[in-house]
């Protein structure tokens, strides 16, 4: 198989406890500021072609703490022709530096997910998370 023809994510989809499915959103787009540190999910580009049309404010749920991040778009469809649906999950932790998690803010516009995370400290991430 070609791998333009796969889907972008390719972990499988998991029972939660509780019986929903749940799929893990394997790619985003991490910017920087000295300011902010922005995590960015395209939907057609991260999780699979078509998923933007699926994606309202009312599905996308941001969690964060001093050092995590969680992302979590409720109840969209696993892949393109799946009827199963699902709750794809970003979780990013330990974060490189702490944040003010209070001061966390999203967006969502076109499909496209931003999440602004205010640093405690101005300084430069090289990433998102620790290695």
């Known amino acids: 198989m070609v791998l333009s023809e796969l889907e ?3 972990m499988p989809a998991v029972k939660k406890e509780g019986g929903g499915v749940q799929k893990t959103i394997e790619h985003y787009t ?7 540190a922005t995590i960015i999910i ?3 580009k991260d999780l699979y072609g078509g998923a933007a049309q699926h994606v309202k404010e009312e599905h996308v749920e941001v969690l964060s703490k001093d ?11 696993t892949a393109a022709t799946a009827a199963t649906r699902a709750d794809w999950t970003l979780r990013l932790a330990p974060l490189c530096h702490s944040v003010e998690s209070d001061r966390t803010s999203w967006k969502l516009r ?3 997910i931003s999440v602004k995370l205010t640093k405690r400290k101005p300084q430069e ?4 998370v620790k290695v």
């Open 8 to 10: 972008r994510c390719q």
């Open 30 to 36: 991490f910017a920087d500021s000295l300011e902010s």
């Open 42 to 44: 395209e939907a057609d």
């Open 67 to 77: 050092n995590e991040l969680v992302v979590i778009l409720h109840e969209l469809p």
């Open 110 to 112: 076109r499909g496209k």
């Open 125 to 128: 991430w090289k990433r998102a």
